[in-house]
Nanobody
């Protein structure tokens, strides 16, 4: 059973930074692609970024390219999302999720919530002055 636990959310001013962590159960990163998603009130859940299991390649939504960086530490079974230059529109609950696919070639699949099998409980990120 795959378990995922997010942490690192909080309140930050526009232009600030946060680093989210997704702690996964043992060996998850060896077999599952990990994605970060977010959901703002009244909006659908949207994909933010993904890191492939097979080669560590990464995919980003256009809205966060150049500002967010996804990375992983296999020894710690943890995936990170470094978020810089945060904007009020980044405010949402952020979730990490694991997909049984080890490799996504395109963002259309990598950032599709329906293709992920296991989800964490989420962490709130609020960007406000």
């Amino acid at each position: 059973q795959v378990q995922l636990v997010e942490s690192g959310g909080g309140l930050v001013q526009p232009g600030g930074s946060l680093r989210l962590s997704c702690a996964a159960s043992a060996s998850t990163l060896d077999y599952y692609a990990i994605g970060w998603f977010r959901q703002a009130p009244g909006k659908e859940r949207e994909g933010v970024s993904c890191i492939n299991s097979s080669d560590g390649s990464t995919i980003y939504a256009d809205s966060v390219k150049g500002r967010f960086t996804i990375s992983r530490d296999n020894a710690k079974n943890t995936v990170y999302l470094q978020m810089n230059s945060l904007k009020p529109e980044d405010t949402a609950v952020y979730y990490c999720a694991a997909s049984g696919s080890t490799y996504f070639r395109s963002s259309a699949y990598a950032l599709a919530p329906r293709l992920y099998d296991y989800w964490g409980q989420g962490t709130q990120v609020t960007v406000s002055s």
